[in-house]
C-alpha cells in the first residue's frame, strides 16, 4: 500500500493536487494499492473529493480517521430536520433563517445556496446577542464540530463528533505569553483510550503510525508514503515510531537560484526535508535534469533519486478526437497557471501591448485562482499598458480541458517549474505551446520549432516575438497542433506506470528486510 500525504485538498487544487489525484487514478488503473492521505479539517472535504473523482474508499483524512467517518452513507439536513421550538418567532434572511425569543435572537440556521437548502451550520447566541456556539454540518448530513465561543467572541473550544455523535476529538484555543495561541489536542475513547497532543504534529504523527498498523486499511502487504508536502508533513513522518518505506517527492524547482545548483540556499518548501535527506529512502525528482542536479548535489548520501513526471496522459485523451484547428478560437492565446509571481504573468502582460501592434486582434485569457493579492499587481499592470479590451481574467476552473480545446496558443512564461501539468495537458490537447527554457521542465515538454517554441526567461521582447511570429502564421500553428497531439504520448500511462513500478518494487523489497 502506498500512501500519498498532503497538508489538504481545496476546491481551487493546485498542481500538486492535481499530481496526486491523476497518480492515484494510475495506480487505480493498474490494481496497484494507494491512496491520498490528508490531515486539514473541512466539513466540505468529501464534496470536495468527489467533485475531482476521488472514491471515498482511497482516500483517508485523519479527522475522519479518529472520528470514524471515512466512509458515511449521505443523509441530507434540512430545516425541518432541526428541532427548532415552534413558540419562536422564525424570520428569513435570504434563504436562511433567524429565530427570536421575546424578541430577541437565540437561533440562526445557515443553509448552503440557492440551489442546495441543506443546512449547513446551526448558530446559537446568549440573551445579550453574543455568539455562543456553532454547530457544523459535515456535507454528509451529521455534526461534525462544534465551535464554542468566550464572552469576548475568540473560538474557545471545538468539539469533533462522530456521527453516532459521541465526541472524538477537542481542540482547546488559550492564550500563551505575549498572546500567542497555544493549541491542545485531546483525543477521546480511541480504542478505549484518551490522549493529549501538545500540537497538530504531534497529532499528525500518532495518526500516521496508526495508520501504517491499520491491517483493515493496509492490508498484509508492505507499507509506503510519498510525502507530497514535506514542508508540513516532514517532520511527523520522520519521527514516526514506525519505520515505513518514505519518499520525498519534489513538485518544484529545489533551489532558489537555478544559477548555482550546487551552493545555492534550498526553495523552502524542501529546504527541512532535504536537510534530512539521509532519513529518506528516496527522493522524486520530475525531470531527468533534475535527477542529476540532485545527484550531483546530494550523491554523497546514498539515498535513490527517481524520475517520475508528475503530468500523466490518460488513454482517453490520447484516443480521443482531435480538435481540427479551424475550429479553435483564432488567435486566442491563455495562460493556465495560478497568478503568483513565479509563473511571472506580469512579463505576458508587458509584452502584450507589442503583440497588439502586430495582431490587433489578439485575446489574452488567464485561468487560475491568485496568491497573496498578486491579481492586483497584475490588474495594475493591464491598467497602465491599456490593454483592458483583450486581456481578460477567469480565475480557477474545473473545465480546463475546454480551455485547451479551444484556444491557439499557450504561453508560460514561469521563472522556476518542476514540470507543469498545465504544459503536457495542454500539449495533449493539441495546444501549441511557448514557454521559458527554465529549469525545470518546459524542454522536457515542448520539442523546439516543432510543438511549440522555447524562450529565454527574461526576454520580454524575445517573448512578445515569438508570440506574433505564431500568430501571424496559422499554418505552422496547425501544424504545432498536430504535432503536439503525438508528442504528448511520451507522458501516457503505461510510459509513467513503468517509472513508478521501480519505486514499488523498492517498497515492497524494503518491506520484506
Request: net charge negative; proline share 4%; with cysteine.
Amino acid at each position: 500500500m502506498l500512501f500519498f500525504l498532503n497538508d489538504n485538498i481545496q476546491r481551487n487544487k493546485s498542481g500538486i493536487e492535481h499530481a496526486q489525484i491523476k497518480r492515484l487514478h494510475l495506480f487505480e488503473k493498474y490494481h496497484q494499492p494507494a491512496k491520498i492521505v490528508t490531515r486539514q479539517y473541512s466539513n466540505e472535504l468529501h464534496l470536495v473529493t468527489a467533485e475531482a473523482g476521488i472514491d471515498d474508499r482511497n482516500f483517508i483524512n485523519l479527522f475522519d480517521y479518529f472520528q470514524e467517518a471515512c466512509e458515511v452513507p449521505q443523509k441530507n439536513i434540512r430545516i425541518k430536520d432541526i428541532p427548532v421550538n415552534p413558540h419562536w418567532e422564525r424570520k428569513a434572511d435570504g434563504i436562511n433563517y433567524n429565530y427570536y425569543q421575546n424578541g430577541k435572537r437565540i437561533l440562526y440556521i445557515r443553509r448552503r445556496s440557492d440551489t442546495d437548502r441543506r443546512v449547513i451550520n446551526i448558530q446559537y447566541f446568549d440573551h445579550y446577542g453574543k455568539l455562543l456556539k456553532v454547530s457544523w454540518f459535515d456535507s454528509r448530513g451529521f455534526i461534525s464540530v462544534e465551535q464554542l465561543y468566550d464572552w469576548d467572541g475568540k473560538m474557545a473550544t471545538e468539539n469533533y463528533y462522530r456521527p453516532d455523535g459521541t465526541l472524538a476529538i477537542q481542540l482547546a484555543h488559550q492564550q500563551g505569553k505575549r498572546g500567542k495561541e497555544i493549541k491542545t489536542y485531546h483525543l477521546f475513547n480511541y480504542h478505549g483510550r484518551d490522549y493529549q497532543f501538545s500540537g497538530f504534529d504531534q497529532l499528525t504523527r500518532f495518526f500516521l503510525d496508526e495508520l501504517v498498523t491499520d491491517k483493515q486499511i493496509c492490508g498484509e502487504g508492505p507499507v509506503g508514503f510519498v510525502v507530497d508536502r514535506v514542508y508540513e508533513l516532514g517532520w511527523a513522518v520522520l519521527h514516526m515510531k514506525h519505520r515505513v518505506f518514505q519518499v520525498l517527492q519534489l513538485h518544484n524547482d529545489h533551489v532558489n537560484n537555478p544559477d548555482d545548483m550546487l551552493h545555492s540556499t534550498l526553495n523552502y518548501n524542501y529546504d527541512w526535508g532535504l536537510k534530512h535527506l539521509q532519513d529518506w529512502d528516496g527522493v522524486i525528482a520530475l525531470t531527468p535534469q533534475q535527477q542529476e542536479d540532485l545527484q550531483d548535489r546530494f550523491g554523497e548520501f546514498g539515498v535513490k533519486i527517481y524520475r517520475i513526471p508528475g503530468p500523466i496522459v490518460p488513454a482517453a485523451v490520447i484516443n480521443k478526437r482531435h480538435v481540427p484547428f479551424k475550429k479553435r478560437t483564432k488567435k486566442q492565446v491563455v495562460m493556465v497557471a495560478r497568478l503568483s509571481p513565479e509563473k511571472q504573468q506580469d512579463h505576458l502582460l508587458k509584452a502584450w501591448p507589442q503583440v497588439l501592434a502586430a495582431v490587433p486582434d489578439a485575446k489574452l485569457d488567464f485561468w487560475g485562482y491568485a496568491n497573496d493579492d498578486f491579481d492586483k499587481t497584475l490588474n495594475k499592470i493591464v491598467k497602465e499598458e491599456a490593454i483592458n479590451s483583450s486581456v481578460t481574467f477567469h480565475g480557477y476552473t474545473d473545465d480546463v480541458n475546454s480551455v485547451y480545446e479551444d484556444a491557439q496558443l499557450l504561453i508560460l512564461p514561469s521563472r522556476a517549474e518542476g514540470l507543469p501539468l498545465s504544459l503536457v495537458e495542454a500539449q495533449s490537447h493539441g495546444l501549441p505551446i511557448i514557454a521559458n527554457d527554465i529549469k525545470y521542465g518546459p524542454s522536457d515538454v515542448v520539442i523546439d520549432q516543432q510543438d511549440g517554441l522555447l524562450t529565454k526567461n527574461g526576454d520580454i521582447d524575445g517573448l512578445a516575438q515569438a508570440i506574433i511570429r505564431l500568430l501571424q502564421d496559422q499554418d505552422q500553428l496547425a501544424k504545432m497542433s498536430k504535432n503536439a497531439y503525438a508528442d504528448s504520448e511520451r507522458y501516457s500511462e503505461p510510459n509513467v506506470m513503468k517509472l513508478w513500478n521501480e519505486l514499488v518494487a523498492d517498497m515492497k523489497e524494503k518491506g520484506e528486510e
